[in-house]
């Protein structure tokens, strides 16, 4: 079967509000995860890797985290190579062994709690791979800022596909490692049920320059707040449960899965047709440049023809009807 294809005439926020199959962002600045009829969960949250646990961004997102899901503990941690003399991170398959022993050992504390793996650029692609290993039974993974795409245009999508817990994304739409269109693309291909929250104009740090923070219509830490407020959301639709949106309204998340597989076929059936429609489009080009090709090297071959007929010498007759050779200049 034709692989799919996302409209190439799209900007990426367009292709973000027609294809994300999920809510994108909170309607409130006070939403808060529920947790008086079930245990509270505990997020492991691992950092990027150009800063520690306690740099100045993972502990904002910390105190955010901890505000949105009320968890019984936001446990951070540091890989080893941030406190050794070797300051570049390795590869993140190489702290594969040591998140998922942290891991267990936070999952061991807390045993009757469920378990979400947070964490920022490389810890997310590290919290990936540790939640598909099959004895972690994580409630759900967030990646803050997903390195989708490598330096040397490699795509990231391997531990993505394999996973089967749920996954979400909060990426900036300048991310230059994660451009959305390429991620929407990996999303469709996803078995585990998945969701993202953009933060317009964020890079891959979420920072916004100050020339676009007009355009969006509030502060750069409204927009943290609001993609904190996404993962509550999300978080409290695995678990079907309520999100408080303020001291004494209430909001059901339910989650149907029957509107959200036909959300999913309507859009991987308007995909197809755009992608036929291309191959049509395609297809005509490439019959009527080969068509423009034949007449060419026909032309050129009468113009060659036509040249070695003038190169030789013709023949005119004179007053008297006798044949005489006189050349005739062609030049």
């Not at 830490?221 to 999300?234: D, G, T």
Request: charged content about 25%; proline content about 4%.
């Amino acid at each position: 079967m034709a692989s799919k294809r996302p409209r190439s005439t799209e900007s990426d926020e367009q292709v973000v509000h027609q294809c994300a199959p999920m809510i994108r962002r909170a309607e409130s600045s006070s939403v808060k995860f529920n947790n008086y009829n079930h245990n509270p969960p505990v997020v492991v949250f691992a950092h990027g890797a150009g800063a520690p646990s306690t740099s100045e961004w993972m502990t904002r997102w910390r105190t955010l985290l901890a505000n949105a899901l009320n968890p019984v503990e936001v446990v951070t941690f540091d890989y080893p190579y941030i406190s050794g003399r070797r300051k570049a991170a390795p590869d993140a398959e190489k702290l594969v062994g040591f998140h998922l022993e942290f891991v267990r050992k936070v999952a061991a504390k807390y045993p009757e709690h469920p378990l979400i793996l947070i964490g920022k650029s490389l810890g997310s692609r590290v919290s990936c791979m540790v939640a598909a290993e099959n004895d972690i039974g994580a409630l759900a993974v967030v990646c803050l800022g997903y390195p989708l795409k490598a330096k040397n245009g490699a795509i990231r999508d391997e531990t993505l596909m394999k996973l089967t817990a749920p996954i979400m994304f909060v990426q900036g739409s300048n991310d230059n490692f994660c451009p959305l269109k390429l991620l929407e693309v990996v999303r469709q291909k996803l078995k585990s049920l998945n969701d993202l929250h953009v933060i317009e104009h964020g890079d891959h740090s979420f920072q916004i320059a100050k020339k676009n923070l007009e355009s969006t219509g509030m502060t750069h830490e409204e927009a943290e707040q609001r993609a904190a407020e996404s993962i509550a959301m999300f978080v409290s639709r695995i678990k079907n449960e309520k999100v408080i949106t303020g001291p004494t309204n209430t909001c059901e998340l339910e989650v149907d899965a029957i509107q959200f597989g036909q959300e999913r076929e309507n859009v991987e059936e308007e995909q197809q047709v755009d992608y036929e429609e291309n191959q049509n489009v395609e297809t005509h080009i490439f019959m009527n440049r080969k068509k423009s090709e034949m007449i060419l090297k026909k032309r050129h071959k009468s113009e060659r023809i036509l040249k070695l007929k003038l190169s030789k010498h013709i023949y005119d007759k004179d007053g008297r009807g006798s044949t005489i050779e006189k050349a005739i200049a062609l030049d």
